[in-house]
Structures are given as C-alpha cells and as structure tokens.
C-alpha cells in the first residue's frame, strides 16, 4: 500500500529536499505541497492524505493551528499528523503534540527516520525523534497542570503497564512485541485497550499521561 503524503513547509529548499527523500521510496508518495499553514489545511482536506507532514513555524496558520484544525479533539476525522522543527524544545512543539500531532521529528533527523515517522503515522504508531523522547515528554509534563491526570475507571492490567511504559518511552508496537515476548497483534490489543481505558487519542497523549501519573520517571 503506498503512503500518500501532504509535504509543508515555507522553506522552498526544505520543503523539495523533504518531497525528493519520500518520492525516492518505492511505497510513499507526495501527493501535495504546501508552502504556508492555510494552504496546509486546504489541501489536506481536498486530498485527504494519508500522512501529513508539518512545519512548525510557517506564514498564515502556525503548525499548531494546522494540527488543531486536521487532528484537534473536535475534528470528526483526524488526520494524521508529524511535526518537523529546527529547535526540539520548541514550545510550539509541545503545543502540537497536544492537539493531537502523531509524532515529532527535527529537520536534521535524516532520511532514515524521516521515512520511519511517515510509516510509523500512517499506521497509527507515533514516532518522536528517540534521542529526546524522554525529555520532550518529560517537558510536557513539568508543564501540565499541578492536578494529577485522573485514573481510569478500570484499572490497567499489569501487562497494560508494561505497554505503557514502553510506549513512554518511544518504543513501536514491533519493538515492544519483541521485548516483551509477544505477538504484534497482542501489542496492538493493548494499545488499543489503553487509549480507551485511559481515555486519549494517539499513542503520544498515552506516553504524556504516562509521565503526568508518574509511571515513568523524568
């Protein structure tokens, strides 16, 4: 199945550079570009893709208002969405995250990781660059409210637990079912089970609320 992508960015080199590394894969294609946040939206609602990679700063709409307008919690059908920054403490970053952004990526992450963020979104995995998982989310949740998150009304398994830890700290659904010795499908279950229990979208907002309880550690 080929991954259908909306590239944006204001920067014409980095928003050719970004379509030139996805079109090179025999799997993604870049269906649309966008050079400032209101063209973004347009187009992501006329062409509905399957991924869509945003900028954080940009003329017109702000990457956080892109977010909030194709994946924020009013939106019936949210897309999905991977923010792409200079700066990985930006706080228009952790602002995206919260509207409901899948994953979080910086410009110099290269090609590779690049690529692994689009699949990664486009089948419901999140992916934050790994080398600062822990500290975004970390960050995020030193600036939560001073209340803690409220506990699901049906307690987590202790199988549960350890999905969620590991999806704190950054692990895909294939890296957690090998490390906890378990199928994908189970891991997928577990997933599935924990953004209902906990009551949240993406697997980013259950790795948040796994830092705001204090499961995992800052």
């Known amino acids: 199945m080929t991954v259908r992508v909306l590239v944006a960015d204001d920067q014409d080199l980095v928003r050719t550079g970004l379509t030139m590394i996805l079109d090179a894969q025999p799997d993604i294609e870049v269906v649309g570009q966008a050079a400032d946040g209101t063209s973004a939206v347009e187009f992501a609602q006329q062409l509905r893709p399957d991924v869509c990679l945003v900028d954080i700063r940009m003329p017109g709409l702000d990457g956080i208002e892109v977010t909030e307008r194709l994946a924020g919690r009013g939106v019936a059908d949210p897309m999905a969405i991977v923010v792409i920054t200079t700066f990985d403490l930006d706080e228009y970053v952790h602002g995206a995250l919260r509207a409901g952004a899948r994953g979080f990526l910086l410009k110099d992450a ?109």
Do not use: C
């Not at 992916?127 to 409210?145: D, Q």
């Not at 803690?148 to 079912?177: D, F, K, S, Y």
């Open 110 to 218: 290269g090609p590779e990781l690049l690529v692994q963020a689009v699949h990664a979104a486009a089948i419901g995995d999140a992916l934050i660059a790994p080398n600062i998982t822990r500290r975004l989310l970390a960050t995020l949740a030193a600036g939560s409210p001073a209340t803690t998150p409220e506990q699901p009304v049906e307690p987590l398994t202790q199988r549960e637990e350890e999905v969620l830890r590991l999806v704190a700290r950054g692990r895909t659904n294939a890296e957690i079912a090998a490390d906890l010795f378990i199928s994908l499908t189970t891991v997928k279950t577990h997933v599935a089970s924990l953004l209902t229990k906990i009551g949240v979208r993406n697997r980013v907002e259950i790795a948040m609320w796994a830092y705001e309880t204090g499961r995992v550690g800052h």
